[in-house]
């Protein structure tokens, strides 16, 4: 799925599992096996916001991710905890952050939820964090399960 991600206009790999599933274990085995830097997005991005006041938070959050992962070195980063850009304090869209993100390197995230051929969600319903992306459009994202990484990557867009 990275080789194929390198050919697409974003470059963002989606690894979408229940907590639980198997995301973190993919990842770190990634991470060792081809020596990519993993990134724990929650640690390393609350870090950077507490300089900021709540409301200032909003003004410079996708800056701060770029700045991070302009902090790691090599054309493919891998993204564990990604909860933080679901926090509707920040008012972002995380797929969108994360696609913007992607378009010159490639991008391995961990996503808590589910992915469908149909759809991308995030969090259960009625959960304040949700997010369910209905209305894919082939090409943007390529989407895996820890638990069927032996089906055929989808991709898929934000709407």
């Given at each position: 799925a990275?080789?194929?991600?390198?050919?697409?206009?974003?470059?963002?790999?989606?690894?979408?599992?229940?907590?639980g599933s198997g995301k973190t274990a993919a990842l770190r085995q990634l991470a060792n096996a081809e020596k990519y830097p993993l990134l724990n997005v929650?640690?390393?991005?609350?870090?950077?916001?507490?300089?900021f006041s709540?409301?200032?938070?909003?003004?410079?959050?996708?800056?701060?991710?770029?700045?991070?992962?302009l902090g790691c070195p090599g054309p493919v980063?891998?993204?564990?905890?990604?909860e933080?850009?679901?926090?509707?304090?920040?008012?972002?869209?995380?797929?969108?952050?994360?696609?913007?993100?992607?378009?010159?390197?490639?991008?391995?995230?961990?996503?808590?939820?589910?992915?469908?051929a149909e759809s991308l969600t995030y969090a259960e319903p009625g959960h304040p964090e949700h997010l369910s992306l209905?209305?894919?459009?082939?090409?943007d994202v390529i989407l895996l399960s820890p638990a069927t990484d032996r089906s055929q990557p989808r991709k898929v867009s934000a709407s």
């Open positions: 990275i080789v194929q991600a390198t050919q697409n206009y974003y470059r963002l790999v989606v690894l979408a599992g229940a907590q929650n640690l390393e991005l609350s870090r950077k916001l507490l300089d709540r409301t200032q938070r909003t003004e410079h959050v996708e800056r701060q991710f770029r700045e991070l992962l980063v891998l993204l564990d905890n990604i933080i850009l679901f926090d509707t304090a920040l008012q972002i869209h995380p797929l969108r952050l994360l696609q913007a993100c992607s378009r010159n390197r490639t991008l391995v995230a961990a996503w808590n939820g589910v992915c469908t209905t209305q894919l459009k082939a090409s």
